[in-house]
């Protein structure tokens, strides 16, 4: 596709549920990012993957959240045993080696009840 | 923890006028990037400035940049209707990680 692509758009889930994220960066992009975004907020910072290299996961809140990259595509964000708190817009966003921008899917809005 | 924090939160002004919105960081930078975010979704690159830089343009934006004083302002001259959305900063680095912080971000709201 032409961008990055997130999916689902919209996740409605119970408190104790277990979600997965999806993520499909621009072809070819080798970094991939996950923020955390709560209404009205700014952006948290949750993962980095680069290439092969071992991945940045200094953001993740809690033991609860992971993420895996599959080299340098799909990307999923597993939150278990999901929280009230955990309720938030999660952004994806890769960027290609030649340059500092990053280009930003449209985002999951997950909806813990 | 964020890198930025964004004043004003809210900004808003009527069509033509001039927007003015600042971000200050606490660690030092390789750069420094402007994005925009309409609906509470996926943000766009705007304007990347680096360290070496004081200023930069790009249609009717203009960046500024002291790193002195940690701070960033961007300027969105003749403002229209469309521009309202949220602008964020974003900070990497100089441990060249390409590890982006972003801001609180500010809220602009352009009456028509």
């Known amino acids: 596709g032409a961008g990055v692509s997130q999916s689902p758009s919209n996740k409605v889930t119970e408190k104790g549920k277990d979600v997965e994220l999806r993520c499909d960066p621009i072809s070819g992009h080798t970094a991939l990012y996950w923020y955390r975004q709560r209404l009205g907020q700014g952006l948290e910072f949750l993962i980095y993957?680069?290439?092969?290299?071992?991945?940045?996961k200094s953001g993740l809140p809690s033991d609860r959240f992971s993420a895996e990259r599959t080299g340098e595509s799909v990307s999923t964000l597993t939150i278990q045993r999901t929280q009230q708190e955990d309720s938030a817009v999660y952004l994806c966003?890769?960027?290609?080696?030649?340059?500092?921008?990053?280009?930003f899917g449209s985002g999951t809005q997950l909806s813990v009840l | 923890s964020q890198q930025g924090e964004e004043d004003p939160q809210a900004l808003s002004i009527q069509e033509g006028e001039n927007a003015t919105m600042n971000c200050s960081y606490k660690?030092?930078?390789?750069?420094l990037q402007w994005y925009r975010q309409n609906s509470g979704r996926g943000l766009v690159h705007l304007i990347l400035?680096?360290?070496?830089?004081r200023e930069k343009h790009s249609g009717r934006l203009r960046v500024t940049l002291d790193t002195s004083k940690k701070s960033s302002s961007l300027l969105i001259t003749a403002s229209r209707a469309a521009d309202t959305a949220s602008y964020f900063c974003a900070t990497e680095g100089t441990s060249g990680t390409y590890k982006y912080i972003f801001g609180t971000g500010t809220r602009l709201k352009v009456l028509a």
């Open positions: 660690t030092s930078i390789n750069n």
């Open positions: 966003a890769s960027r290609p080696d030649s340059s500092e921008k990053l280009f």
């Open positions: 400035i680096r360290s070496n830089e």
């Open positions: 993957f680069q290439g092969n290299s071992a991945p940045d």
